[in-house]
């Protein structure tokens, strides 16, 4: 691992890791990927990221899918997944990237990102916590209170989805990248976009970054993909991350079942989601579709 991960994060906004999963987890993985998968495109799992959607809310007016919701859950079947979410190297990252201790720790979101069936779909330039329509001002305030958790993608397969423009968690967008960025139609090039770039993965690697960075996607139905997508935050964060979490329906992480299922880190985790998801109430929506 590198030594400057933190400064190479702080100052980018994001930052690869390789290596953070061992071979018979990896395997592992991949397994529970392809059942999951094969799970949603059937309509068994019924919890998925419709093609035509972008943001929760995801719908069902498509049948294909481009993403898989909610992992962790007991119906899926997965255990692995949550002995991935909650293992020693995962977390280690986590918590020098945060600045935080064990004790500070708090479970959010555990997704899957998939190429879908039969259709070309993109995401447009977006922060994940602040509307396209947003001020140069109201940026400027969200992302100076975005700092208590992080989000991170690992790739179970070469993964050349992902767009960033690297230094754009930290500033406002000019007004040339506000052109490419303020509707909701996604870019026919990503990179026409000033200062963006392609983040490739190779399989095993990790991508962590900060979701308020300017990012998009692009997903081709014929490049297999299985990307784990997920995010944890710091109870230091206060509530400041609990639209951006609770908003994709987190009712069944408060079920017993789930919580018997996980270590004594993942309970510990969960706790203190639970404890923001009681003080949060009603909480919305953070991007619109």
């Known amino acids: 691992m590198p030594s400057n991960l933190k400064e190479l994060y702080d100052n980018q906004g994001y930052v690869v890791v390789p290596s953070l999963v061992s071979e018979t987890l990896f395997r592992a993985l991949q397994d529970a990927a392809e059942r999951a998968t094969t799970k949603t495109r059937s309509g068994q799992w019924v919890h998925r990221r419709t093609v ?11 049948t294909d899918s481009w993403g898989i919701q909610h992992v962790m859950h007991p119906d899926l079947g997965e255990p692995v997944f949550a002995e ?29 990102l998939i190429n879908p069936d039969s259709h070309e779909f993109a995401l447009r330039w977006h922060r994940d916590d602040i509307r396209e329509n947003a001020t140069e001002e109201e ?9 208590d958790g992080v989000q991170w993608n690992t790739a179970l397969y ?18 040339e990248q506000r052109v490419h960025s303020s509707t909701p139609d996604p870019p026919n090039n990503p990179l026409d976009l000033p200062g963006s770039i392609q983040v490739t993965l190779q399989p095993g690697e990790t991508v962590f970054y900060n979701s ?7 997903y081709d139905p014929s490049a ?8 944890m935050g710091s109870t230091r964060g206060g509530s400041s991350r609990a639209r951006n979490v609770l908003q994709h329906g987190l009712d069944w992480m408060t079920e017993s079942r789930f919580r018997k299922g996980l270590n004594e880190r993942g309970r510990d985790m969960l706790e203190r989601l639970i404890r923001m998801k009681e003080s949060a109430g009603e909480v919305g929506y953070s991007l619109a579709n």
Not at 84 to 112: H, I, P, R
Not at 224 to 231: E, F
């Open 212 to 218: 308020n960075i300017l990012h998009c996607a692009t």
């Open 224 to 231: 297999k993909r299985a990307t784990l997508h997920a995010s």
């Open 158 to 175: 070469e993964d050349a989805c992902l767009f960033v423009v690297p230094g754009s968690h930290r500033v406002p967008r000019t007004p």
């Open 84 to 112: 991935w979410y909650t293992s020693d190297g995962l977390a280690n990252v986590v918590k020098e990237l945060l600045l935080c201790d064990e004790n500070d720790l708090q479970m959010e979101l555990f997704n899957m």
């Open 139 to 147: 940026e400027r305030q969200a992302l100076n209170v975005w700092h």
């Open 52 to 62: 035509g959607r972008q943001f929760p809310p995801y719908g069902e007016d498509s």
